[in-house]
Structures are given as structure tokens and as C-alpha cells.
């Protein structure tokens, strides 16, 4: 999309929305589902509350208004993320060689564990372990005495290399 594209909101927020309205939504909705931690349908209800709320004459500054509250489902996305323990991407994988059915062993998994961990640096291969076990970003800062924006980072670079290591060689 290129940064002058703007969404096109008029299937959602129908007809009776006035112009000015819908083309500061429109501005404040290509902003934030260009985020990555951007849930669209989310953004879209809230844009349809807004401009709800902006016609009864409730929000002077719809801009203003709807930018601070897709910023604020993003946060609130993130939370949530964070609050939910990790789920280890490859577990399938790794329970099939442990019980056979993947044609290795318990013992060629817990190799292959060891490696893909190998590859991660101490602090990021702590916080991954951790996050595994469910343990809160703010209780692995304690633990590690690390900051929790710290643990976020390492987790988020242990997860691209996790990836990177499970994607298939060509």
C-alpha cells in the first residue's frame, strides 16, 4: 500500500457518515493496520464506534481520537500476548519423535532441542525457556535481573531464530 492509499471505509460505516468523519477515520485506519500487531476486525468495530460517536457529536477531533484508541487496541493486544504462556511452535514435532511416530527417538529429540537452543545466546535462551514454562515477562526480568522490555526483545530474537532454525533447508 502506498502511503498516500488510504482505506476505503464506505462498506463499513455505510452512507449516513459525513465526509470530513470518514476521511479522518479512513487516515487513522491505514495508519494502524499497517502496524504488525495490528487485528484489523477490531479496528474496523472500533472505527465504526467512533464514527458513531463522532456524528452524535461526542469526539471533536476524530483524527486525534481514533489514532490514541487503535494505538490503545495494539497495546492491549500486546498485554495480551505477553500474559499468554509461549506454545513451543515445534511441539507436534517434537512429541511425534518422542513417542515414534515422526521416526526418531526421544533421545534424537532432545538433541535436536539442545541444538535449536544452542543456537540462542544465554540471556535469549533463558527467557525462551522461561516463557516456555509460562512464566510472566516480569518475572523473568527479576529472575535474570533484566528489564521486562529486555525480555520482550530477547524473546522476540529467540523466536526469529527458533523459526529460522525450523524453517526446511532448500
Not at 7 to 14: D, K, R
Not at 32 to 57: E, F, S
Not at 143 to 164: E, W, Y
Amino acid at each position: 500500500m502506498a502511503s498516500n492509499d488510504r482505506v476505503n471505509l464506505s462498506a463499513y460505516l455505510g452512507a449516513s457518515v459525513p465526509d470530513h468523519i470518514r476521511e479522518q477515520l479512513a487516515e487513522a485506519v491505514t495508519r494502524a493496520i499497517q502496524h504488525p500487531d495490528a487485528d484489523v476486525d477490531a479496528i474496523l468495530q472500533r472505527a465504526i464506534t467512533i464514527a458513531n460517536r463522532a456524528i452524535a457529536g461526542e469526539i471533536q477531533n476524530v483524527l486525534h481520537y481514533a489514532t490514541k484508541a487503535f494505538f490503545e487496541l495494539s497495546k492491549k493486544k500486546r498485554r495480551q500476548a505477553a500474559a499468554e504462556p509461549l506454545v513451543f511452535s515445534a511441539a507436534e514435532y517434537f512429541d511425534n519423535l518422542r513417542n515414534g511416530s515422526g521416526g526418531g527417538s526421544e533421545i534424537e529429540a532432545q538433541i535436536l532441542l539442545e541444538d535449536l537452543l544452542d543456537n540462542l545466546s544465554p540471556t535469549e535462551r533463558d527467557v525462551y525457556k522461561r516463557r516456555l514454562e509460562g512464566w510472566s515477562h516480569e518475572e523473568i526480568s527479576q529472575q535474570l535481573g533484566i528489564s521486562t522490555d529486555n525480555s520482550r526483545t530477547c524473546l522476540s530474537r529467540a523466536k526469529r531464530h527458533v523459526m529460522n532454525w525450523l524453517k526446511p533447508k532448500r
